[in-house]
């Protein structure tokens, strides 16, 4: 099984909300992947955020159990592939653990915006520009026939 981890900043907004879609996503296409999140910048056991959990419950998924977790190197080494938010996190990986070189990579060529303190509205676009980018990651894993190796 892949094991694949979305990572934002506080573990409580983006990499939360990308977990729990790249699990029903990985589930109603049956691909063998698990899924988790952590954050660069996360208070441990912290909450997703109101929001995040309104936008998820919206599109029928509970974040409600989550609790934010930290990033850290047992988590790193147990992971067959990190997806990061921006360019920042992916820069802030590699100097806190530089021998990961090939592991981290965005997940869209285009950074997802950090909705944290934004309105609901920011949340919803958050989860659908999220749940865009998993979708093509996944279908690019399946036509390349790579996700089965990495």
Known sequence: MLCILFVCTGNTCRSPMAQILGEQIAQEESF????????????????ASPFAIAAMAERGLDLTKHRARQLT???L???DCIF???????QQI?????NIQNKPRQLSEHPIADPFGCSIEEYRRCAAQLE????LQFRNWKEQGTWKSE
């Open 73 to 75: 190197p047992p988590l």
């Open 94 to 98: 590699l100097l806190t653990y530089p």
């Open 132 to 135: 865009e980018a998993i979708r």
């Open 77 to 79: 080494q147990n992971t």
């Open 32 to 47: 063998p992947f698990s899924c988790s999140s952590a954050g660069i910048a996360a208070a441990e056991g912290a909450q």
């Open 84 to 90: 990061v938010m921006t360019p920042m996190h992916r």
